[in-house]
């Protein structure tokens, strides 16, 4: 079903979890800008709630995060992590509703299940809450029994567990040993605690990784029951990641492999009775994220594909990002001056980008090729992007359907560099980005 076109996938693109893209971000917007969001809230927000720890540091992981390995270290940033949940709360008007929570990371469980239940307990006090669809992410090898009470007298309703790989000799090959039978107890665990949405991060593309491989990984999945499974293509940038530096380079994939493994995947799991979700994700029908691609619900934002459709998302944590409809902020990725700038009661929002019209235009396009596979484009966009857009037309990748834009089922794989037409600010930095699949 899809046909390998090397040059056009040839160039990084970002993967819009955000328009305009972090890379965009800069030290213009602060403190200040992002406590006038705050203050004009209203309706309903959603909140992402970043623990950056882990037990054990995976080498391929980009992710804002260090060894939980320091009680003192852990304790002081969730002090100040308590601390900014108060200052936030304080800045959002009453009319302003949570009806979502996430927690992610590194790993939550990378804390104690008593310091957890201290976190969400305070979001429970501070913010207006009525009864929140809460998200945890989890690592399997740290996910002991203890958890299991947790997890079902918070009501966590979704978890997502990063596997990657059940093939033994990847997983040492990328720093993260976990065996199947700890995935299995893993799942069985959430299972009986009441999570009804399982989500498995599975990856291809990896280090000596055959279509065996992923053919044995996406089985196991299956078997498991997982409801949603995000499929992504391993991402080398040593000169970004110093840690990926453990990786052997030599025994990657290249780019026609990886593009067959990400083919396979995806006819493998339709024929699974999974329904893709955008480039990457699959759900079982009943899944609320299938059912919001197939009544075109469908979102995109930091968390990646959501049936989410609040129109703020507030970030809390070092390096956590809010976003506003006119506004993107991040706050202080380092975990030093993070604590720091909260022990002087202030918000840690360094940088960032105001959304203009213009902006969101663009970002409204964007969306909807990747939610929806298609976008209504006005005149002047067409005069703009349809000569960029020229080789995907000739391949079949894409049509004109009037003034919209229809990306074509066997242009699933390129729906990314589609949109990047769109995207004026990627003429001088498409080489910091990853490739498209």
Same mark, same amino acid.
């Given at each position: 079903m899809w046909t390998y076109h090397p040059d056009l996938l040839a160039i990084p693109v970002p993967r819009y979890t955000s328009f305009p893209t972090a890379a965009e971000f800069g030290e213009g917007v602060g403190p200040a800008d992002y406590e006038v969001a705050l203050e004009r809230t209203t309706g309903d927000v959603s909140l992402y709630v970043h623990i950056p720890f882990c037990e054990k540091i995976c080498w391929y992981c980009g992710c804002n995060t260090s060894v939980a390995?320091? !009680?003192?270290? @852990?304790?002081?940033?969730?002090?100040?992590?308590?601390? $900014?949940? @108060? +200052?936030?709360?304080? !800045?959002?008007?009453? /009319?302003?509703?949570?009806?979502?929570?996430?927690?992610? /990371?590194?790993?939550?469980? /990378?804390?104690?299940?008593?310091?957890? @239940?201290? #976190?969400?307990?305070? +979001?429970? #006090?501070?913010? $207006?809450?009525?009864?929140?669809?809460?998200?945890?992410? +989890?690592?399997p090898r740290t996910l002991g029994p203890e958890w299991a009470d947790v997890i079902a007298t918070v009501g966590i309703e979704r978890a997502s567990l990063g596997v990657q790989t059940f093939a033994p000799r990847l997983q040492q090959a990328i720093g993260r040993v976990q065996p199947a039978r700890m995935i299995e107890e893993g799942t069985a665990m959430l299972r009986a605690a009441g999570v009804a949405s399982i989500n498995f991060d599975l990856m291809y593309g990896l280090p000596g990784q055959t279509m065996a491989h992923l053919k044995d990984s996406l089985e196991q999945t299956v078997a498991l029951g997982a409801?949603?499974?995000? +499929?992504?293509?391993?991402?080398?940038?040593?000169?970004?990641?110093?840690?990926q530096r453990k990786i052997d380079a030599s025994a990657l994939p290249d780019a026609a492999a990886r593009f067959a493994m990400a083919a396979f995947g995806h006819e493998y799991l339709l024929d699974r009775g999974y329904v893709a979700v955008g480039f990457d994700h699959f759900a079982l029908p009943g899944d609320p994220l299938a059912q919001a691609m197939l009544t075109g619900h469908l979102r995109r934002n930091f968390q990646g594909f959501t049936e989410d459709q609040a129109p703020v998302l507030l970030g809390l944590g070092a390096s956590a990002i809010s976003g506003f409809p006119d506004l993107l902020v991040q706050n202080e990725k380092n975990t030093g001056r993070y604590r720091m700038m909260l022990s002087q009661e202030r918000l840690t929002a360094t940088r960032g980008i105001v959304r203009h019209a213009e902006d969101r235009r663009r970002g409204a396009v964007i969306e909807a090729l990747l939610c929806r596979g298609r976008a209504a484009v006005e005149p002047d966009l067409h005069r703009e992007a349809w000569p960029l857009l020229a080789p995907y037309f000739a391949a079949g990748l894409c049509e004109a359907d009037g003034d919209d834009l229809v990306i074509a089922p066997g242009g699933l794989p390129y729906a990314r560099s589609i949109a990047a037409r769109f995207d004026p600010y990627r003429k001088d930095s498409l080489?910091?980005?990853?490739?498209? @699949?």
């Amino acid at each position: 079903m899809w046909t390998y076109h090397p040059d056009l996938l040839a160039i990084p693109v970002p993967r819009y979890t955000s328009f305009p893209t972090a890379a965009e971000f800069g030290e213009g917007v602060g403190p200040a800008d992002y406590e006038v969001a705050l203050e004009r809230t209203t309706g309903d927000v959603s909140l992402y709630v970043h623990i950056p720890f882990c037990e054990k540091i995976c080498w391929y992981c980009g992710c804002n995060t260090s060894v939980a390995n320091r !009680r003192d270290r @852990v304790a002081s940033y969730l002090d100040a992590l308590h601390r $900014e949940i @108060v +200052l936030v709360a304080e !800045r959002l008007p009453a /009319g302003a509703r949570i009806t979502r929570i996430a927690f992610g /990371g590194g790993s939550p469980n /990378g804390i104690s299940p008593i310091d957890f @239940v201290r #976190l969400v307990d305070a +979001l429970t #006090l501070q913010f $207006e809450t009525s009864r929140p669809v809460t998200s945890i992410e +989890l690592d399997p090898r740290t996910l002991g029994p203890e958890w299991a009470d947790v997890i079902a007298t918070v009501g966590i309703e979704r978890a997502s567990l990063g596997v990657q790989t059940f093939a033994p000799r990847l997983q040492q090959a990328i720093g993260r040993v976990q065996p199947a039978r700890m995935i299995e107890e893993g799942t069985a665990m959430l299972r009986a605690a009441g999570v009804a949405s399982i989500n498995f991060d599975l990856m291809y593309g990896l280090p000596g990784q055959t279509m065996a491989h992923l053919k044995d990984s996406l089985e196991q999945t299956v078997a498991l029951g997982a409801d949603r499974i995000a +499929l992504f293509g391993y991402a080398h940038v040593p000169h970004l990641i110093a840690r990926q530096r453990k990786i052997d380079a030599s025994a990657l994939p290249d780019a026609a492999a990886r593009f067959a493994m990400a083919a396979f995947g995806h006819e493998y799991l339709l024929d699974r009775g999974y329904v893709a979700v955008g480039f990457d994700h699959f759900a079982l029908p009943g899944d609320p994220l299938a059912q919001a691609m197939l009544t075109g619900h469908l979102r995109r934002n930091f968390q990646g594909f959501t049936e989410d459709q609040a129109p703020v998302l507030l970030g809390l944590g070092a390096s956590a990002i809010s976003g506003f409809p006119d506004l993107l902020v991040q706050n202080e990725k380092n975990t030093g001056r993070y604590r720091m700038m909260l022990s002087q009661e202030r918000l840690t929002a360094t940088r960032g980008i105001v959304r203009h019209a213009e902006d969101r235009r663009r970002g409204a396009v964007i969306e909807a090729l990747l939610c929806r596979g298609r976008a209504a484009v006005e005149p002047d966009l067409h005069r703009e992007a349809w000569p960029l857009l020229a080789p995907y037309f000739a391949a079949g990748l894409c049509e004109a359907d009037g003034d919209d834009l229809v990306i074509a089922p066997g242009g699933l794989p390129y729906a990314r560099s589609i949109a990047a037409r769109f995207d004026p600010y990627r003429k001088d930095s498409l080489r910091r980005f990853s490739s498209a @699949v």
